[in-house]
């Protein structure tokens, strides 16, 4: 697959520039992220429109974040969204004042003039705002056509030289009528096709590991999860069994999980299950940091990999692993000004402490979207239905110090959580669902006596793509048999709380 149309997204720091990439993709278009500061030389063949993100940064800070002005010049519709607008009203001559209060949550937009980019929008409907500065005079050749209450200019543009800024944003889905607006720019005003697709995707992807590592053998890190496991499949389309899977079991996975990989995977006969957990929990002694026992664990992990494919005795150069769009902008802010919000061993330090060279063919994806590929593959649903988990394992569900104890505990809670659920019909439902194992103890009463026990925070959420979530209603009914079921069944609980939090401004995991 040639990609012939892609729209080029510049990243200002804004947490939900990976969002507008999923956005754009939905469409039907290719969508690829750079750095603001990127010149238009370094952004390849076949852009047919740029966005430029929201951030937290203001146009009058000392060390305000500017694209590259070349980026006007290129006779391509160019679309700011929020911060993004105001870098174009100011580089055009507009002028952009601060708001004392901001404007943040839900606004009614209103409908001034229609437009391409609001057709189909209806007046009166719900935008999300997030936002400081706000554009006070709009630069000569621009005219608006929707403001909010607080918000004149919501949206202003320029047709004559196609340019257009929104101060809401229309990639989160309590924008309304956010990808009717995305829908617009990309397909009516950029002119996209909307040939792009997880077919194509699979192909080109295929061919790209043929030519990258020709008939060297590759190394692939095998969790288990969806992610990995999607990987294994490429691979194995790609080259065969020409490459070697190590499963290193950590003692803080699912119940059972070096089963089901020998299960599943058995049929590659290089394939490589490694029990390590007493390293591990050695390691994690006394560590309740929660990025220490992340970089702990990383570190232990890549120890043990390295040890094993030494084991092996062929002289690797290539190493795979399934890391996805949200790993790399939540470690390493790579694409952009964004910040870390914490670390992920699986784009951690194996390549450089084996002097590999990375195939990761999966992180230009979200999660559903790696999903609908594997389907493509026929990987089991098994696996395609299983619901995120951490690399760092049950070691970021329980919050303080790791004990094989408590891991135990947290085994046997997740594998009952996850049965009542199923058999609720709740599972596919869900995006993610997990207890986590509280540093608190509470008084309460078992067999009329007074105890002293430890409580089970309930976690469970529904996403897209895991960039946002919101946390998921379970019916209290259901609630009630999992507290009963937890109480009755886990041996130093006598507590079971329920999670509400969204993300942001929580994260999924706790730690």
């Excluded at 899977?245 to 119940?255: E, H, R, S």
């Excluded at 402490?353 to 990761?360: A, D, G, I, S």
């Excluded at 009463?445 to 026990?453: A, V």
Aim: net charge neutral; hydrophobic share 40%.
């Amino acid at each position: 697959m040639v990609l012939r149309e892609k729209i080029v997204i510049l990243d200002f720091g804004s947490q939900y520039t990976q969002l507008i990439a999923r956005r754009i993709r939905e469409l039907g278009t290719y969508s690829e992220i750079f750095p603001f500061w990127t010149e238009p030389e370094n952004f390849g063949e076949g852009v047919i429109g740029i966005i430029l993100s929201g951030g937290p940064s203001s146009v009058y800070d000392q060390n305000r974040l500017l694209p590259s002005k070349k980026i006007f010049e290129m006779n391509i519709p160019v679309l700011g969204i929020c911060y993004g607008l105001q870098v174009i009203s100011l580089l055009f001559g507009g002028r952009i004042v601060g708001n004392e209060k901001g404007e943040y949550g839900y606004q009614k937009i209103n409908i001034i003039e229609v437009s391409k980019l609001l057709k189909g929008v209806k007046d009166g409907s719900t935008v999300w705002m997030s936002h400081g500065d706000k554009v006070k005079e709009i630069p000569p050749g621009f005219k608006r056509t929707a403001s909010t209450e607080f918000s004149p200019f919501a949206v202003i543009e320029n047709t004559e030289r196609r340019i257009y800024g929104i101060q809401f944003h229309p990639e989160v889905a309590h924008t309304e009528y956010g990808l009717k607006i995305l829908a617009n720019f990309v397909n009516e005003i950029c002119g996209s096709s909307g040939e792009w697709n997880l077919e194509g995707f699979l192909t080109m992807k295929i061919q790209e590991i043929r030519d990258t590592v020709g008939d060297s053998p590759v190394l692939l890190a095998l969790s288990g999860g969806v992610d990995s496991s999607v990987v294994a499949y490429i691979l194995e389309k790609a080259i065969g069994y020409n490459y070697y899977p190590i499963f290193v079991d950590t003692g803080l996975l699912k119940k059972g999980e070096a089963e089901r990989i020998q299960r599943i995977f058995g049929n590659n006969p290089n394939l490589r299950i490694v029990n390590a957990s007493e390293e591990f929990f050695l390691t994690l002694q006394g560590t309740k940091d929660p990025e220490r026992k992340r970089k702990k664990i990383g570190g232990k992990f890549i120890e043990i990999f390295e040890r094993e494919a030494k084991n092996i005795g062929i002289n690797f150069q290539f190493l795979a692993q399934g890391t996805l769009y949200p790993d790399v902008i939540e470690s390493n802010p790579i694409v952009g000004p964004s910040r870390v919000i914490k670390s992920h061993h699986n784009v951690g330090g194996l390549p450089q402490k084996l002097h590999l060279r990375l195939v990761e063919p999966l992180k230009e994806l979200f999660k559903d979207e790696v999903r609908q590929l594997g389907r493509l593959l026929d990987v089991p649903e098994e696996i395609l239905r299983r619901h995120p988990f951490p690399g760092p394992g049950m070691a970021v569900r329980i919050v303080g110090e790791v004990t094989p104890q408590k891991v135990r505990m947290l085994q046997e809670a997740d594998q009952l959580i996850e049965e009542i659920i199923k058999r609720h019909d709740l599972y596919d439902k869900i995006w993610q669902i997990f207890p986590v194992f509280l540093p608190v103890k509470t008084v309460g009463i078992k067999g009329e006596k007074r105890s002293y026990e430890n409580v089970l925070a309930i976690r469970a959420v529904v996403s897209l793509d895991g960039m946002t979530a919101d946390w998921y209603r379970i019916p209290y009914k259901v609630l009630n048999e999992i507290s009963s079921t937890l109480l009755n069944s886990i041996e130093g609980i006598n507590r079971v709380v329920y999670d509400v939090s969204t993300k942001p401004p929580a994260t999924i995991e706790w730690e």
